[in-house]
């Protein structure tokens, strides 16, 4: 078995360093609720950095200690670690005792909630922590697998350049239970010449559109829009990610 991704966080930002699609959007939403911003799964501060940077007070609740400690670093590298409060917590159940404008979940965040009892706590807790007139916004990726050639697709493995290694990578997935498994493989030819490998297990549990606008409005959100990306485009089967906002 290998490693949870997220204790390997240089590894988690170097699979995603080139991923800015969802910045402007969720930094949209900030300019225009104001802070602070509670911030559900904050990993290794890719998102918070982006808000910091616009100007504004984060929440950031992140479970993982590796993914903490390096959104902390890097906050503090970028000079705006003081608008950032690090938080170790679970989102499900979360209670700070405050009331924000907004609330966001981004990247998928909340696909790391096995069960419908997870996924409940964890939006009950973000319409909890939110003002009257308050906002929540999250995306996940549009469930496509077994297509020939796609990642999903049995005994398909990507590979790719990654900076000085190989990557490969393969998906096994449970349609019954809506869980896909990502494997990462980073291979690196050292300078001894022997190969050096990173290993790396990504678990998500997958959504279906209407399943989380139902799971929405459960946990008490009156008007829920989705989007077919983070241009707030209008949901059609060429989406790769839906996008959800939220009101109280
Ligand atoms: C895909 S990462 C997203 C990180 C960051 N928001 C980004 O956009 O790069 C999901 C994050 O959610 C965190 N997470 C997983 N389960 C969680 C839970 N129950 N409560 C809060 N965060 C959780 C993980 O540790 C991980 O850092």
């Known amino acids: 078995m290998s490693p949870d991704l997220y204790d390997d966080p240089e590894f988690y930002d170097l699979l995603h360093a080139g991923y800015r699609d969802d910045l402007a959007f969720y930094r949209g939403l900030a300019d225009d609720h104001g802070g602070p911003v509670l911030e559900l799964g904050a990993g290794s501060g890719r998102v918070t950095l982006a808000l910091a940077q616009a100007g504004h007070a984060v929440l950031a609740v992140e479970p993982s200690p590796a993914m903490r ?19 170790d917590a679970d989102m499900r159940g979360l209670d700070l005792g405050v009331r924000v404008p907004l609330a966001i979940a ?19 807790a973000a319409h909890h922590h939110l003002d009257p007139n308050g906002a929540f916004a999250t995306d996940v990726f549009v469930p496509r697998f077994g297509a020939p050639g796609a990642a999903g697709a049995p005994g398909a493995v990507r590979a790719e350049r990654l900076g000085d290694g190989d990557l490969f990578l393969w998906q096994t997935h449970d349609a019954t239970r809506q869980v896909v498994v990502t494997e990462h493989r980073w291979d690196r030819v050292g300078d001894d010449g022997a190969v050096r490998r990173r290993r790396a297990t990504l678990r998500q549990r997958y959504f279906q559109r209407f399943e989380l606008e139902r799971a929405l409005r459960g946990a008490g959100f009156a008007r829920v829009r989705t989007f077919g990306g983070f241009g707030r485009a209008p949901v059609t089967d060429a989406a790769t990610s839906w996008v959800f906002l939220a009101h109280v």
């Open 69 to 87: 400690a390096r959104g902390a670093a890097r906050l503090a590298a970028a000079g705006c670690g003081e608008r950032v409060t690090w938080i």
């Open 106 to 124: 981004p990247f998928h965040a909340l696909m790391h909630l096995p069960t419908l009892d997870d996924q409940d706590a964890a939006l009950r």
